[in-house]
């Protein structure tokens, strides 16, 4: 059975990958001590500890490495940018070298965020980059330092909603949550993504990995839409109302690190590469559905230290 090696594994990627895949792979996850009931195997590391991703790999031997491991929060890289780096930059460099070296396939998980949003219509990966901030800049200098290291890797940019740990993850969380207790919201109309269930982007990069695949890859939704718009289907879906989601421009907010107004993305080279169609918005938007109805929320938040 193919062991598959997961990063980050208590974030919202990683938790949803490990336990969509855990019955047809041998899933180890890392983790630094949150998990404690999670019904695939742990191994229990600091990432950033010197020798650590050459500790981790002699001893689990995967046959494949996914890195979900990341500091996404926006805010906290524009405080931090150190720390930023060494998570997003220099982490990712040392696998793909360490991998390459072991002959362990790797992919490597990336952000949308990479363009600064100026562009009409959907970006290519031959679009050039133009990071807005620190966030932006480390996930792209790590996207190119780990090509660099290991040209048989994977680069996915992705943006994903689902179900978290934390339960306050994902923005289909907020939306539900504010909308499920009667809070008022506002959503942006002026910022445009691709959002994709987190389970289609878990199964697309299993895909991915399972057809050799390299290079770089627009892992997204194939519907653009504003945040609004993303919070009205997630109103509609779940019966809630949508009237207590205003629409508002990221221009009057008071986010400090600056957001790019366009990530819309294309997938066709992807989608081409693995000769399917990837999921609709619709599909993914059901099975969202599907699962608060059975629980799952609360099931994966059982997994963790309190």
Known sequence: ???????????????????????????VGVDRGKLVNAPFKIWKADLLD??????????????????CAALADLEA???????????????PAQMAK???????????????????GEKDGFYTEEDPPNPLGVYSQTKLDGERAVLNENKNAIVARVNFYGWSLSGKRSLAEFFHHNLT???????????????????????????????????????????????????????????????????????????????????????????????ETLPEFSTGLDEFYTQYKQGFPQKIRGYQQH
């Open 50 to 67: 010197p020798g650590a991703v050459d500790a981790i790999l002699n001893s689990v031997r995967p046959n494949w490495l996914i890195n």
């Open 181 to 275: 207790n009667n809070k008022s919201m506002s959503g942006f109309t002026d910022v445009i993504f691709c959002p994709m269930f987190v389970n289609h982007t878990a199964r697309t990069l299993i895909k991915m990995l399972e057809k050799n695949l390299s290079g770089l890859y627009h892992l997204v939704g194939t519907q653009a839409m504003s945040k609004y718009q993303f919070g009205v289907e997630i109103a509609r879906k779940f019966s809630l109302q949508e009237g207590e989601i205003s629409p508002k421009s990221i221009l009057a907010s008071s986010l400090t690190a600056r957001r790019a107004h366009n990530l819309a993305l294309s997938t066709h080279k992807l989608s081409t590469d693995l000769g």
């Open 98 to 116: 360490a991998c390459r070296s072991r002959d362990i396939s790797f992919a490597h998980i990336s952000t949308d965020a990479v363009f600064d």
């Open 1 to 27: 059975m193919t062991r598959i090696l997961v990063t980050g594994v208590s974030g919202l990627l990683g938790i949803n990958l490990a336990h969509e895949t855990m019955h047809a792979y041998d899933i």
């Open 77 to 91: 890289c524009e405080n931090t940018p150190y720390l930023a780096r060494a998570l997003n930059t220099d982490l």
